[in-house]
């Protein structure tokens, strides 16, 4: 059974950095052809793709948030982090995690996601 | 960066046909996959690839896609398909690859 469920602060302050965790079970990210990405979602707003990786080397970022993000993975403790800088108000949203496997473009299986607060 | 647009929300009686529509530019010339998303619930995917069904999603649920316009079609619909649905493209023209629409809000009467 593929299941992902990420963790992390459920409150930063503005400014700070934010390091979320995407635990996974029922796949390998040793597998090269398992994908992960990041995806986030204001309160009552559209979906917004973040990052995804790959492999070690195969990683991309959304080119508005490209300067503030990093993704990385932990295969033997199968987690992938992402980090995002400077923390602001609008960053406010429900985080997910999700599967893509490499050669198809669409993401299989979400995790549950975490709400993100942003305040002083 | 490619946009979809979906309309904000579409109402439909139980029993009644949904459809909704993600609009981009040729969007025919692209995959189109569909997720529903339950308050406080995490999107789930009930069509890909345009109109493909994982397991477990019911044949109530079919999507087709034709030059600006993709849609997803619920028959048959029933209290449990209220939700939030959302479509996405992959875009290898730019540097955004994975593009979600605006999303609709589908209520049943």
């Known amino acids: 059974q593929v299941t992902l469920k990420e963790s992390g602060p459920v409150l930063v302050k503005p400014t700070e950095t934010l390091t979320l965790t995407c635990t996974v079970s029922g796949f390998s990210l040793s597998n090269v052809r398992m994908g992960v990405s990041w995806i986030r979602q204001p309160p009552g707003k559209a979906l917004e793709w973040l990052a995804h990786i790959l492999s070690i080397d195969e990683k991309s970022y959304s080119p508005s948030l490209k300067s503030r993000l990093t993704i990385s993975k932990d295969t033997s403790k199968s987690q992938v982090v992402l980090t995002m800088t400077n923390m602001e108000a609008v960053d406010i949203g429900t985080y997910y995690c999700a599967r893509i496997i490499d050669g198809y473009d669409h993401f299989d299986y979400w995790g549950q996601g975490t709400l993100v607060t942003v305040s002083s | 960066s490619y946009v979809l647009t979906q309309p904000p929300s579409v109402s439909v009686a139980p029993g009644q046909t949904a459809r909704i529509t993600c609009g981009g530019n040729?969007?025919?010339?692209?995959?189109v996959h569909w997720y529903q998303q339950k308050p406080g619930q995490a999107p789930v995917l009930v069509v890909y690839?345009?109109?493909d069904r994982p397991s477990g999603i019911p044949e109530r649920f079919s999507g087709s896609n034709s030059g600006n316009t993709a849609t997803l079609t619920i028959s048959r619909v029933e209290a449990g398909d209220e939700a939030d649905y959302h479509c996405q493209v992959w875009d290898s023209s730019s540097g955004h690859p994975y593009v979600f629409g605006t999303g609709t809000k589908v209520t049943v009467l």
């Open positions: 690839d345009d109109s």
């Open positions: 040729n969007i025919e010339s692209k995959s």
